[in-house]
């Protein structure tokens, strides 16, 4: 059974840095790409941020040069780290890995509020 659990939101200034983890179980976590997604309140869930089996990744343009995906395969963890945080960052933050010809797995998902 494949689980996702997000952890390291919460609430930071405008400026500040976050560093979300996700936990993954049940799968082969070395062959995955893995993604980060947000939704806002009242938007559509938007992909932040993906980083492939072999390091490859890949940004939304409002995340580049303040976001970083990374992975430990020895953890089977993936990792956002968010600097330089904007108001407009705010969102529930989501784990996902979306294997092809396979169902959608996501998290429970981890609140990040930037605000003063």
């Known amino acids: 059974q494949v689980q996702l659990v997000e952890s390291g939101g919460g609430l930071v200034q405008p400026g500040g840095s976050l560093r979300l983890s996700c936990a993954a179980s049940?799968?082969?976590?070395?062959?995955?790409?893995m993604n980060w997604y947000r939704q806002g309140s009242g938007k559509q869930r938007e992909l932040v941020a993906a980083?492939?089996?072999?390091?490859?990744?890949n940004y939304v343009d409002s995340v580049k040069g303040r976001f970083i995906i990374s992975r430990d395969n020895a953890k089977n963890a993936v990792y956002l780290q968010m600097n330089s945080l904007k108001p407009e960052d705010t969102a529930v933050y989501y784990c996902?890995?979306?294997?092809?010809?396979?169902?959608?797995?996501w998290g429970r998902g981890t609140q990040v509020t930037v605000s003063s």
């Open positions: 996902n890995w979306n294997p092809p010809g396979l169902r959608n797995y």
């Open positions: 049940g799968m082969t976590f070395n062959s995955a790409t």
């Open positions: 980083i492939t089996s072999g390091g490859a990744t």
